[in-house]
């Protein structure tokens, strides 16, 4: 009985859905351009959410925070798919997606870590994580 009981147990857990992989995010908010920042993400396009959804994103969030004087952005979100860099990349190729940018852009300002590298926003270190 004990070995089929353990069957069982291996079974189930062979079964279980994979933990999403987390990802974390900072970059500045141009403080004149905070509000339409704020605007675009309270009605975001349906496109947007339709394709972070296909590209295995979910639990997406971003925070602002005003930290001496400046805002900063915080983003994080969980991914399950099994290739981010492809679904990245899919979601780069994506004209909707394009043209959003094209809007949330303007409104961010990259730390500089990132503006080195040409990008937008830091990659943020997990240091702690209660599942």
Sequence with gaps: MKS?????????AG????QPKRYAWVTGLKTEKASYYKQLHANPWPSINKLLKECHIQNYSIY???IEGKLYLFSYLEY???DFDADMKRMAADPETQRWWKETDPCQQPLPDAALKGQTWSDAEEVYHLP
């Design 4 to 12: 089929v009981v353990l069957l069982l147990v291996v079974v189930l």
């Design 15 to 18: 079964c279980a859905a994979p």
């Design 64 to 66: 602002v925070k005003e």
């Design 80 to 82: 399950t798919g099994k």
